[in-house]
């Protein structure tokens, strides 16, 4: 599995962002995909997860009510959508997969894209 994030950028405080990840190679119905982030010296923290299947997505309680995690299984594309961006968000974005549900620990991801950087500005 192959996996191509983009749409990060510099946006101003309040501003909107829409990542895509799109997934390529053996695509398992039953897995799912996430979104985490990273700033230098810390720890890969979950942001998102939806599965391919269905069910209720998950999100960090940081990024609850203001990002929403969308896929479209015909395009083998999970987004997310960004809204009310605040400086805290500003990191590098990865979305990873799974071939199981989704899951909030990084180290249960098999696969992982390259990251987008997202810089939100004061």
């Known amino acids: 599995v192959q996996l191509q994030a983009s749409g990060g950028g510099l946006v101003q405080a309040g501003g909107s962002l829409r990542l895509s990840c799109a997934a390529s190679?053996?695509?398992?119905?039953?897995?799912?995909m996430g979104w985490f982030r990273q700033t230098p010296g810390k720890e890969r923290e979950f942001v998102s997860a939806?599965?391919?299947?269905?069910?209720?997505?998950n999100y960090a309680d940081s990024v609850t009510g203001r990002f929403t995690i969308s896929r479209d299984n015909a395009k083998n594309t999970v987004y997310l959508q960004m809204n009310s961006l605040k400086p805290a968000d500003t990191a590098v974005y990865y979305c990873?997969?799974?071939?199981?549900?989704?899951?909030?620990?990084?180290?249960?991801?098999?696969?992982w894209g390259q990251g987008t950087q997202v810089t939100v500005s004061s």
């Open positions: 990873a997969a799974r071939l199981s549900g989704a899951a909030i620990r990084a180290s249960l991801y098999d696969y």
């Open positions: 190679g053996r695509i398992f119905s039953s897995g799912a």
């Open positions: 939806i599965s391919w299947s269905g069910g209720s997505p």
